[in-house]
């Protein structure tokens, strides 16, 4: 069982930066594929970016590619996402998931979720 718990989110004037974290518990916190997904008011939920278990793999929806860094610590039990050069259309309620099913893009994958921090970008 993991519990996660996003914080970090605000607003912010556009290309300035945020950086997000997921503090999870949970003993099979490290056996988990971590993403971040957001939905703004009015869109389908979207993921933004997964990492592998161990940290070696990432991946990005490509409107963030280049401007956003998903990392963890997994002595800390910590997932991070570091975003720069934010745009109004990053504007969004951001989520933090744990998952272990093949398919990072899927929402359908992740068994854990947490509660969400917004992110707000002022143009």
């Known amino acids: 069982q993991v519990q996660l718990v996003e914080s970090g989110g605000g607003l912010v004037q556009a290309g300035g930066s945020l950086r997000l974290s997921c503090a999870a518990s949970g003993r099979s916190f490290n056996s988990q594929r971590m993403a971040w997904f957001r939905q703004a008011p009015g869109k389908e939920r979207e993921v933004v970016a997964a990492i592998s278990s161990n940290g070696a793999g990432t991946s990005y929806t490509d409107s963030v590619k280049g401007r956003f860094t998903i990392s963890r610590d997994n002595a800390k039990n910590m997932v991070y996402l570091q975003m720069n050069s934010l745009i109004p259309e990053d504007t969004a309620l951001y989520y933090c998931?744990?998952?272990?099913?093949?398919?990072?893009?899927?929402?359908?994958?992740?068994?854990?979720w947490g509660q969400g921090t917004q992110v707000t970008v002022s143009s």
């Open positions: 998931a744990a998952g272990r099913v093949t398919g990072w893009n899927l929402q359908r994958t992740y068994d854990y």
